[in-house]
């Protein structure tokens, strides 16, 4: 079935460091991918989103590409900071007909210290 | 434009009792979605609703819990009787149609103890 691998965290990282998250999936078809964001005390944000192979998502500096050949999605940001620090998802949507659920990763915390 | 909405935000019982939350989507959303998050592991879906039908409750382990959504808007979820393994954050989330092109919203979540 459809699912998602996250790089294990949790991570930690200086102010300003460069930071990439792994993400890996498998699924039928052409899935959609996303990342959500998880601030501490609050819900679930979309952070991004791609929805066809070599599509780049992008916002508040971090990227994703989705790499069909390598079935990945990793997230990177070129300078990190503090207000980043949050539990990161991975996440798919399947590609098939009338399936609009989300399959997420296990999450990876990421704490950045000043 | 109001969020998704949830309550309680937290609740504690004892096993083999019976709880039930409440969630209210953005105005317009035709979808809804429960998603059961344990501790350490993403969310999974649990049951997904458009309007007030039910599309995909494969995961819903039916023997204990039910989920309802009266006239399209707000949905209940419940769990009779309780488990310890039942405890997890049960998160609402709304959209206004297909994932792959809207959004999915989600609301705070209600964070469920069971001992």
């Known amino acids: 079935g459809d699912s998602v691998t996250q790089m294990e965290g949790p991570v930690t990282l200086s102010e300003e460091a460069f930071l990439t998250i792994n993400c890996t999936y498998t699924?039928?078809?052409?899935?959609?991918l996303f990342w959500y964001v998880q601030y501490p005390g609050e819900g679930l944000q979309l952070l991004l989103k791609a929805t066809k192979a070599d599509d780049k998502g992008s916002n508040k500096g971090f990227e994703a590409t989705y790499r069909k050949e390598t079935t990945s999605f990793h997230l990177e940001k070129g300078s990190v900071q503090v207000s980043d620090s949050a539990v990161y998802f991975c996440a798919l949507s399947p590609s098939y007909r009338g399936a609009q659920k989300l399959v997420f990763g296990q999450g990876t915390r990421l704490t950045i210290n000043p | 434009e109001a969020g998704v909405a949830q309550s309680p935000r937290y609740k504690i019982i004892e096993k083999r009792q019976s709880v039930a939350f409440w969630c209210n989507p953005i105005s317009g959303h035709a979808t809804l979605y429960w998603y059961q998050q344990i501790l350490g592991q993403g969310p999974k879906l649990l049951i997904q609703f458009q309007n007030n039908g039910v599309v995909d409750d494969s995961q819903l382990p039916k023997d204990r819990f039910s989920a309802e959504r009266l006239k399209g808007v707000d949905s209940t979820l419940k769990i009779q009787p309780a488990k310890l393994e039942d405890s997890a954050v049960y998160l609402c989330?709304?959209?206004?149609?297909?994932?792959?092109?809207?959004?999915?919203?989600f609301g705070p979540g209600t964070r469920l103890t069971v001992t």
């Open positions: 989330a709304s959209s206004l149609g297909l994932v792959g092109i809207y959004e999915q919203y």
């Open positions: 699924a039928t078809g052409y899935p959609s």
